[in-house]
């Protein structure tokens, strides 16, 4: 459609907007007319330098996708090169991996991607390597035809490699990853008729440096857009935890956890994850931010947050059984009626005690598990009537863990008040 004031505008671009995922784009206006046009063939980047992405590269998942919902065609680009060498990190070079553990984190990074995308049909998304076209380059080659379009000041000027140069110094090989990437640009938009690279804001010195070398190379005019790096009400790092990482390896991170990291989000970046993470409507993401305003207590965004995410890693049934288990920690759902996997990974997330026996005194778990300082402490808690075991109340000082049932034989919740929870587990 077309605006009073002549732009060309494309409801995918307004769509982003709103969403809060443009931070820096080249040319607005013939991005727009282009998306707008369409369709247009981009790509996405993921280098493989752990066996998992964590929660941070999702939004570049999730944008891709959203672009491929409106009619666009996605490269899916798993960096067996790039992930070889790695981009600059501000504080030191990385630890380079064997190209045997490179080649295999290449193969579980792409089964992790390919389900949020549909590889069929007249958008259908294409993985590629840029191995299969960056093994092939000489050295000579290299230099000659990528290397000689790059001015070592500019290089210089980059903020990755000017903050080591100005710190532990960098390597040649971590310094010329961006002739890497931005050769990327150039076999995509020469084998695939790629026309826009898309990546966290971080990347932007690298995409456009790719956008450069296309229009040096080819002469062709191609775009690049970047989305903002979320980060947490106190402005800190988005997708860490006290633990790392939040991975989408459920291996790594379990359903449980990851289900728990949204649902522990800030009142205030909560929106912005929904507009960012699910997708929910305009009209439902906005009354959602109401309800953080108006009933803040109710946590309904969070809620809404942490079941649309797991669900899209994890599946619907991974999402329910964890808000199942959420529920029933805290009394408000049968903990007996938790498969063992669910359970056991619910209960990881607790302080927790271990027992040979369950012949011992609920008094001495409250005692080791931390929810009590004393055991006199726990008595007081019992006699005041806020002591349960797996959501049985304690009405007895004496009582012993054997009375009462073991979750799948040697599990059992401890709870102090309405809140507080640790896990006791018997056996070895």
Request: include cysteine; charged fraction near 25%.
């Amino acid at each position: 459609m077309v605006e009073g004031s002549g732009r060309v505008v494309s409801d995918v671009w307004d769509e982003l907007q709103w969403r809060g995922l443009v931070a820096q784009s080249t040319d607005e206006d013939a991005l727009r007319a282009a998306l707008a046009a369409g369709p247009v063939t981009y790509y996405v980047g993921f280098d493989p330098t752990a066996p998992s992405l964590h929660v941070g590269h999702l939004v570049q998942v999730l944008t891709a996708r959203r672009l491929q919902e409106a009619g666009h065609r996605p490269l899916i680009l798993v960096g067996g090169a790039t992930g070889l060498i790695g981009d600059p990190r501000p504080t030191a070079e990385r630890t380079m991996n064997d190209p045997q553990t490179v080649a295999g984190w290449v193969e579980r990074l792409q089964a992790q991607i390919a389900p949020f995308l549909d590889f069929s049909g007249p958008a259908a998304a294409t993985m590629v390597n840029n191995l299969d076209w960056t093994a092939q380059l000489s050295a000579i080659e290299f230099l000659r035809d990528i290397g000689k379009h790059f001015s070592v000041n500019r290089m210089l000027d980059r903020e990755a490699v000017a903050t080591r140069l100005a710190s532990t110094g960098i390597s040649y090989t971590e310094f010329s990853y961006v002739l890497l990437q931005s050769n990327d640009y150039l076999q995509l938009h020469r084998r695939h008729g790629c026309a826009l690279q898309l990546g966290g804001s971080d990347q932007w010195g690298n995409i456009t440096a790719g956008a450069e070398l296309v229009r040096r190379v080819d002469g062709a005019h191609v775009h690049a857009l970047a989305t903002p790096l979320l980060t947490k009400a106190d402005g800190t790092k988005f997708g860490k935890t006290e633990a790392g990482a939040v991975w989408l390896d459920a291996e790594l991170t379990s359903p449980y956890a990851f289900y728990q990291f949204w649902l522990n989000a800030e009142d205030a970046p909560v929106g912005g994850y929904l507009r960012a993470f699910s997708f929910r409507d305009r009209e439902e993401i906005e009354e959602l931010e109401r309800q953080v305003v108006d009933a803040p207590a109710a946590r309904a965004a969070q809620r809404a947050l942490a079941h649309d995410v797991t669900a899209l890693v994890h599946g619907d049934d991974a999402a329910r059984a964890v808000e199942v288990a959420s529920r029933a920690l805290f009394g408000r759902s049968d903990l007996l009626a938790l498969d063992e996997r669910t359970l056991r990974d619910s209960l990881a997330e607790l302080p927790a005690a271990r027992t040979g026996s369950a012949d011992v005194e609920v008094v001495d778990l409250f005692v080791a598990a931390g929810l009590s300082p004393s055991r006199s402490a726990a008595r007081r808690t019992i006699a005041e009537g806020g002591a349960y075991v797996s959501n049985s109340k304690v009405t007895s000082e004496d009582a012993r863990l054997a009375d009462f049932p073991l979750l799948h034989g040697r599990y059992a919740v401890l709870r102090r008040g309405r809140r507080a929870l640790a896990a006791v587990t018997v056996g070895d």
